[in-house]
Every structure is written in structure tokens, then in C-alpha cells.
């Protein structure tokens, strides 16, 4: 009987410590581990375009005309800092409907709750732990419809 509760409590615990997932943390597919370059390469792949307007020192802007979103990718020393989406919609109700969507969509693939610090009508914010960095789901409807999704990788 021991042994039979110790193999359990050890496959338990290699479930708990081993995790699902493959631990990298990831932006729709892609390594936030690339190179700041390879990351906006394989995005350029993938039909985006860096809008030379609207960018700075340590980010570009990337935007493509099939999704409703652009695209901040920040950057340190060709190390990606975070990515941020900023996304456009028609009305308060769409971009409250996006949020959801969102909300729902990451505590699915990270099987977690995430911690809600707002949860008004038209402001709300809703950060993932995803263990090697976080996600953060943020609607601020005031004077225009406004969502956006941060990913930040973990400090090492």
C-alpha cells in the first residue's frame, strides 16, 4: 500500500513540476526567446510590415491589412522585451466581446484563472501567469474602443 500511495504522490508531483506545455513562452507560435531580428523576420513571413511612422528607440511598429490589430514588438539588445497588440474596433461592445474572447481563449490554453485588478464595464484588465512570462488582456473603453494584449517574458 505504501508503495502504491508513493508512486502516485510521485507521478503527482512530476505532473505538477514537469508542467503541461513545452515552457516556452510564446507570441501566436512564435519564440519570445528569438532574436529581436529573427522575431520580426518570421513576422514579416507572415505579412506583416514595420510602419516606419510610428516607430522608436527599441520598438517597431508592424501592421498588416488582413488582421485588426498592430503589432508593438520592444526590444533590448536584440532581446525581445514585449510584444503588445493593439487592437481596432467599431464600437465599446465589439472591443468588450474581443476581451472576452481573449480572456477566455488564454485561461483555456494555460488551464489558469488570471488575476482580474479591474473588472468594470469599460475597463478591464486580466493578467495570465504563464510561467516563463505574462500576458495581460486590457480593454479601456473612455473616448475610443480600445483593447490590447501585452506578452512579457520573465526576467531571467
Known amino acids: 500500500m505504501k508503495k502504491l ?18 515552457g516556452k513562452f510564446n507570441y501566436r507560435g512564435l519564440s519570445m526567446e528569438l532574436p529581436y531580428h529573427v522575431f520580426c ?6 505579412g506583416f ?3 516606419s511612422a510610428k516607430g522608436g528607440d527599441n520598438f517597431v511598429v508592424m ?15 536584440d532581446k525581445l522585451t514585449a510584444v503588445k497588440e493593439d487592437h ?7 472591443t468588450r466581446q474581443l476581451w472576452q474572447q481573449y480572456r477566455d481563449q488564454f485561461e483555456k490554453e494555460l488551464g489558469a484563472w488570471p488575476d482580474c485588478p479591474v473588472l468594470k464595464d469599460d475597463y478591464k ?3 495570465f501567469d504563464a510561467r516563463t512570462g505574462f500576458i495581460t ?9 480600445t483593447m490590447s494584449i501585452l506578452y512579457v517574458p520573465a526576467a531571467e
Open 49 to 51: 510590415v514595420v510602419d
Open 137 to 145: 488582456v486590457t480593454l479601456k473603453n473612455t473616448y475610443t474602443p
Open 5 to 22: 500511495f508513493a508512486a502516485i504522490a510521485a507521478v503527482l508531483l512530476f505532473g505538477a513540476c514537469g508542467g503541461g506545455g513545452n
Open 63 to 77: 501592421t498588416d491589412s488582413t488582421v485588426d490589430y498592430t503589432v508593438l514588438v520592444a526590444y533590448k539588445d
Open 125 to 127: 484588465i486580466a493578467r
Open 88 to 94: 481596432t474596433a467599431a464600437s465599446n461592445d465589439s
Open 41 to 46: 523576420d518570421s513576422l514579416r513571413a507572415r
